[in-house]
Structure formats: structure tokens, C-alpha cells
Nanobody, 129 residues
Framework: QVQLVESGGGLVQPGGSLRLSCTTS????????VGWFRQAPGKEPEEISC????????NYADSVKGRFHITRSSDSKAVYLGMYNLVPKDTAVYFC??????????????????????WGLGTQVTVVS
């Protein structure tokens, strides 16, 4: 299992942008599909984006499609989530994860948590006027 750390969150006004990073110091991420999730206060976790191990496939939840962009670093140690035109509903703690239960295939973005997954501690994103 890899160790994951999220960073890049913060306070931003509506319409603003942030780039979140999911990094590992324990090897590389090139053998893993990586997913981004978020959880707002009082709500269930939401799957928002994923990128396949070979970076050939990306998927987005309808709530973020067209505004968020997921990429991998060239050294395979990070996955980024660019977030643009942010709105207050994007306020949440954002997590990245790898897990055998993460399916990231063309037209298929599904997550089933297993005991073999790795999660970071999350980074807070707050969108407020």
C-alpha cells in the first residue's frame, strides 16, 4: 500500500480556482488508478474524479464535469485535481485514494471500498464570498 498525502486546499471565492495534489513518498502511483473524493459536512462521501493507471482514462462526476481536470505528474509520484469556476457547493474535505475496488474505465467510474485501499487525510476546500 502506498502512503498518500493531499495538499492544495484553501479558502477561495466563487469563481476561483485551486489545484489539489495527491502525492506519495512511498514509491510511485503509476501502477494504480487514483480517485478523488470529497465529503461535505453532514453528507455522504462523493466520488468526483478518477484517472486510470496508464492515464488513458479519466472520469468525472456530473457535479464537477467541465470544471475539474485530473492529471498525473510526469514522475508518477503525484496526481493533481485542477478545480475551476468553484462554487459554494464544492466546499468539502477532499481525499485521494487508491484501492483495488476503484474502477476507472471508459464510461465506468465506480468505487467499492476494500481493506487494501490507501487514503490520505484530506485537504479542506472552502468556497465562500
Amino acid at each position: 500500500q502506498v502512503q498518500l498525502v493531499e495538499s492544495g486546499g484553501g479558502l477561495v471565492q466563487p469563481g476561483g480556482s485551486l489545484r489539489l495534489s495527491c502525492t506519495t513518498s512511498s514509491g510511485t502511483l503509476d501502477n494504480y488508478a487514483v480517485g478523488w473524493f470529497r465529503q461535505a459536512p453532514g453528507k455522504e462521501p462523493e466520488e468526483i474524479s478518477c484517472i486510470s493507471a496508464d492515464a488513458g482514462t479519466t472520469n468525472y462526476a456530473d457535479s464537477v464535469k467541465g470544471r475539474f481536470h485530473i492529471t498525473r505528474s510526469s514522475d508518477s509520484k503525484a496526481v493533481y485535481l485542477g478545480m475551476y469556476n468553484l462554487v459554494p457547493k464544492d466546499t468539502a474535505v477532499y481525499f485521494c485514494a487508491t484501492d483495488p475496488g476503484l474502477m476507472c474505465a471508459p464510461g465506468n467510474f465506480h468505487y467499492r471500498r476494500t481493506d487494501s485501499g490507501s487514503w490520505g487525510l484530506g485537504t479542506q476546500v472552502t468556497v465562500v464570498s
